[in-house]
């Protein structure tokens, strides 16, 4: 008895419906190429040496930054101080100037005020002289005669007392005889005047001065 194989007959299988319209082309994988470099030890050392001048040359451009910073922060401030000591020392001569005009000012009103007193009392004092003269010239004719009346000779020495520089000028000499004191009763005051007579720059004079009062 032959045995008989009952297994299927094997089947080709049909290509799917898209290889008939497309080809695929299989990629070609290119290997990578490796390099190893070598140093040696003097590589090493040319290269250590670069990057220290690299690092030496940017030190050197930083302090050199940092100084030129430093300078120009310096002469700011010695701008700024300079500016500063020029404003105060402004201030300060404006406001001596200040001062200077107001004290100039304030002499110059003193100085006014002196000047109109002294030409209000120059002005009084003439106004004085030109009555005591006038007086003076209807008593002093009767004074210096030989018969004075002592009534006479002492209102000559109290109006020649009453002139600012206590003395007349006289053309002729004064006689002698009124050169004493006199007395003038002026209230319940007794005034005692004297008479002094000189020759002063050409001219004769009579002095009066007051010598008691009681």
Known sequence: MTPTDKS???????PPPEASAHTVTPRTVIPRREFTVNYTQRDVDAIREQIEQGQAAKRRLIVLTLIVVLAALVGALILLSTSYGLYTKSNSDRQRLTDENAG???????CEQQLAAKKA?????????????AKMDKVLPAVLSAAANPRD??????????LPQHMIETEHKPPDSIFHNWRVVNGSATETYTLVGGFYEGKWVIYSD???RH
Do not use: C, D, H, R
């Open 8 to 14: 299927p007959a094997p089947t080709v299988a049909a």
């Open 104 to 110: 100039f000012k304030s002499q110059a009103e003193k």
């Open 121 to 133: 009392q120059e002005e009084k004092a003439a106004q004085l002289k030109a009555e005591a003269q």
């Open 153 to 162: 000779g002492a209102s000559l020495a109290q109006m020649i007392y009453n």
């Open 210 to 212: 007051l010598v008691a």
